[in-house]
């Protein structure tokens, strides 16, 4: 079973790649939240995986809750890995992973990060499509090498970008990221909104409410996804003035 969360579509390409190379049925964590079903059994030979994107160098908050209530039952041994995409580098993301992962008794046998394009737009503006479409041919070139290394159950095998100073980034920069840049107070519309509600529908945590054709945003738990900013038709949706500026990136591999 590989269980995803996905703003944009990266992380759920990357899924989709993988179960269709190892032969595991993917679900959507976010999903598994909404329905509070967090009881799941792992059959032999079967794999466990997280497949999710990096938030400012740590875990976006649907992973924690989702592994904070997981509950795994199985009959034999099984194998557990783990792939987070990013940007750029994760910092020591896959360390927190290991740590709340061995709460709950599961050993991580092996992760990895895959840089693709950049989906925050809040502060970079987007790549090229030349660029993008490059960035995604390397990034099939890693899933493909990736399913291999799991399915030959390669154990303690980590392949990570951290980057520089990884401590300080999912530390203090992970802190002031939670703490300032994920209030949906910054969200507003341009003139451009024609209403279509696909914010709305579209939002993981159902937080997005139409009034009078116009999206609003209720305050607190947001994700920070951006799936409402960057799936907008319009681009009419901005987080803080910085956005107007910047264009608008999902997967278009799905
Ligand atoms: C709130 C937020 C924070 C991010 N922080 C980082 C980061 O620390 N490092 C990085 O390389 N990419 C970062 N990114 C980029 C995403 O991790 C990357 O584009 C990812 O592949 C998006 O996955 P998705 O399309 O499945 O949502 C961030 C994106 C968002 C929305």
Redesign the pocket.
Request: aromatic share 20%; net charge negative; hydrophobic share 35%.
């Given at each position: 079973m590989i269980f995803y969360?996905?703003?944009?579509?990266?992380?759920?390409?990357?899924a989709q790649q993988l179960s269709a190379s190892l032969q595991e049925p993917i679900c959507n964590i976010t999903d598994i939240i909404q329905n509070n079903n967090y009881s799941y059994i792992i059959s032999e030979g079967e794999h466990l995986g997280f497949v999710?994107?990096?938030?400012?160098?740590?875990l976006?908050k649907p992973i924690i809750t989702f592994i904070e209530n997981l509950d795994i039952s199985s009959i034999a041994p099984y194998y557990t890995f783990a792939v987070i995409?990013?940007?750029?580098?994760?910092?020591n993301t896959m360390e927190e992973l290991k740590k709340i992962l061995k709460k709950k008794n599961i050993f991580l046998n092996s992760g990895f990060s895959?840089?693709?394009?950049?989906?925050?737009v809040?502060l970079f503006d987007v790549m090229s499509k030349e660029q993008q479409t490059e960035k995604l041919d390397k990034a099939d070139k890693i899933i493909y090498k990736i399913a291999k290394m799991i399915a030959l159950q390669k154990n303690n095998f980590f392949r990570v970008e951290k980057?520089k100073f990884p401590l300080l980034?999912s530390t203090l920069l992970h802190y002031l990221?939670h703490h300032f840049?994920?209030n949906t107070k910054h969200f507003y519309t341009t003139g451009d909104c024609i209403g279509c509600g696909k914010c709305e529908a579209l939002c993981p945590t159902h937080i997005i409410h139409m009034k009078s054709e116009k999206p609003y945003w209720d305050k607190g738990n947001c994700y920070?996804?951006?799936?409402c900013l960057n799936y907008c038709p319009k681009e009419a949706i901005q987080y803080t003035k910085k956005t107007e500026k910047h264009g608008r990136?999902?997967?278009t591999r799905l």
């Open positions: 969360f996905s703003g944009t579509g990266n992380s759920l390409y990357t999710f994107p990096v938030y400012a160098w740590g976006p995409t990013c940007g750029e580098n994760i910092g895959i840089a693709m394009p950049d989906n925050y809040v980057g980034k990221f840049y994920t920070m996804c951006l799936a990136y999902h997967n």
